[in-house]
């Protein structure tokens, strides 16, 4: 027997209304010590009303949120770029060991030898996986790494005394991430075009390419999940002109075992752990994003990088070090994860985590290319950038679409990313699905298809089965509620 939940009936009270006066969740024991003066009264906030609630009630309320969302855990979440993909629940039982989750960020190095070798493992790991032996796990974030990547471009060209290369050329398909970072790095921000097959166009990097361009940031693949089949020359252009190629490696989902990015002559990367390698990632962090780079860039990485020297495993600063970036040496926990995925599947599996996310996704892209335009006939990566241009003729948006899939138990594809593309929709599958769950995914989307003809009013009402129906997303930016209030 099948026992469904209606969401209307889930007691969705806060915890706030859930509150009796007097009520406890806890009762402690008579004290055994001397009674202490409280402080002068004050300091004491007698406005400031909490939740007077039972264990109990304190159980019910987060288990019931946790159950409004969305997560990998409980459906399918093809977020392109993203990389929504199934996490290892060993990964965080070994993160949660005492000896790696019980230790000090200023212990004496002696002390954390095993933290600090993991460390080092992990770099030399991604200095493999990468073809960029320089490696600092120190970035907090995807943009974190890129901003230190960055930072270490300028930190070469000033070395040199080349001080005049002010300038990033970013692709317009690129991660918005891009563009900001290099700003915030210092750098101007030039932007070069895609051609009509959705690579870069290589006239027009030749036009905006010269004495001033201190790097060129690519994302391979493309965020069109497209493979750059110019990267050669691409490359070229850049290093004759005398700057340095950056490439986005935030999701490496398409590359593991495949390609390394420093073999196409890429010189700087950075890559977001908590994609490709599995942390439970959304809603906005913990994140770790390591910066990789050639041999020759290594002495300008951001400190600490972990070293092994005749005395045992230390984490030392690099000769021409960016300096700090975060307080301390990154995100640990997410660091002991991505070394136990890798550990786990070793080069063999690594290699077909890439080959399964491949086909996953042009399976589905073969199956709806005849509904949804795609930018070019060709094979993709790990992700597919559908368009629903020709569904939005009909009278239905991508974001209708997307919000009708959530009736199907299905997380929206990322939306109107890259920009470059008509009412975009980025699916990215991941190796870690079913072909049936892939299946069922084509079969809705064929479904919502045929609804724009059919009860258009189902899609336009979407969600239906949701605790939340269509939010005001400009009122959530401009006039966002954080907090309860009595009043609200
Ligand atoms: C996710 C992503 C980023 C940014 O990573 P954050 O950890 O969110 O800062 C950058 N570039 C690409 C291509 C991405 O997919």
Known sequence: MTITIDANEVDRRLLMDRSLAGRRAFTLPGSDVPEQSLPDSSLLREDVELPEISQLEVIR??????????????????LGSCTMKYNPKINDELSSLPGLSDIHPLQPDETVQGA??????????????????????????GAQGEYAGLLVARAYHASRHDEKRTIAIVPDSAHGTNPASAA????????????EQGNVDV????????????????????????????????????????????????????LLGLVKLGDLGVDICHSNLHKTFSTPHGGGGPGSGPVMVSSELAKFLPTPVA?????????????????????????????????????????????????????????????????????????????????????KKRGVSGLDIAKRLLDFGIHAPTMYFPLIVEEAL?????????????????????????EIDRSPELIFDAPHELPVKRLDEVAAVRKPVLRWSPEG
């Open 184 to 195: 915030m790095a210092g750098l101007e921000v030039v932007t070069v075009r895609s051609d």
């Open 426 to 450: 980025m699916v990215e599958p991941t190796e870690s699905e079913s072909k049936e769950t892939l299946d069922h995914f084509i079969a809705v989307m064929r479904q919502i298809d045929d």
């Open 61 to 78: 309320y987060f288990s019931v949120l946790s159950q409004l969302n969305f997560s990998i855990d409980t459906n399918f979440y093809p």
């Open 203 to 254: 006239e027009n990097l030749r036009e905006l390419v010269n004495e001033k361009t201190a790097v060129f940031m690519l994302t391979m693949p493309s965020t069109l999940g497209l493979f750059e089949p110019n990267i050669l020359d691409i490359t070229n252009i850049i290093h004759d002109a005398g700057g340095l190629v950056y490439a986005d490696g935030a999701n490496l989902n398409a």
């Open 116 to 141: 600090i070798r993991l460390m080092k493992d992990l770099q030399d790991d991604l200095g493999e996986i990468t073809g960029l032996p320089g490696v600092s796990l120190a970035p907090l974030a």
């Open 307 to 391: 070293e092994q020297t005749d005395h045992g495993y230390v984490l030392s600063q690099p000769a021409m070090s960016v300096g700090s970036i975060n307080g301390f040496h990154g995100s640990f926990s997410i660091v002991v994860r991505a070394f136990a995925y890798i550990k786990a599947l070793g080069c063999e599996g690594l290699k077909s985590v890439s080959e399964n996310a491949i086909i996953g996704a042009n399976y589905i892209q073969s199956k709806l290319k005849d509904k949804y335009s795609i930018v070019a006939d060709r094979y993709c990566m790990h992700e597919t950038v559908l368009s629903a241009a020709n569904q």
